[in-house]
């Protein structure tokens, strides 16, 4: 299973991005798929997940009403757009595939992206 972000890069605070990531492999399958973030020094913080079926989704606190997450069964591909950005949300985004029931956890998810770097300047 290989998973592939892009989208990240520099934007000013209020800005917008839209994060992508696609899955590939023989014998990919998965329940959801989430997207986490870190920043140097730090854990990996739960940002978002959506279940591929039915469409679930799930988000962290901080993101809430800022972010959405959405897929493409068809690409077997996840979105993640990012609104009214702010500097707090700089950092190293990750996309992973979960074959369990949680979502929030890095410990729910199996396989991981190699990460796309998001930089919100004041």
């Known amino acids: 299973v290989q998973l592939q972000a892009s989208g990240g890069g520099l934007v000013q605070a209020g800005g917008s991005l839209r994060l992508s990531c696609a899955a590939s492999?023989?014998?990919?399958?998965?329940?959801?798929l989430g997207w986490f973030r870190q920043v140097p020094g730090k854990d990996r913080n739960f940002v978002a997940a959506i279940s591929w079926s039915e469409g679930n989704t799930y988000y962290a606190d901080s993101v809430e009403g800022r972010f959405t997450i959405s897929r493409d069964n068809a690409k077997n591909t996840v979105y993640l757009q990012m609104n009214s950005l702010k500097p707090e949300d700089t950092a190293v985004y990750y996309c992973?595939?979960?074959?369990?029931?949680?979502?929030?956890?890095?410990?729910?998810?199996?396989?991981w992206g190699q990460g796309t770097l998001v930089t919100v300047s004041s």
């Open positions: 992973a595939t979960s074959l369990r029931s949680g979502r929030y956890s890095v410990d729910d998810y199996d396989y």
């Open positions: 492999g023989r014998g990919f399958s998965s329940l959801a």
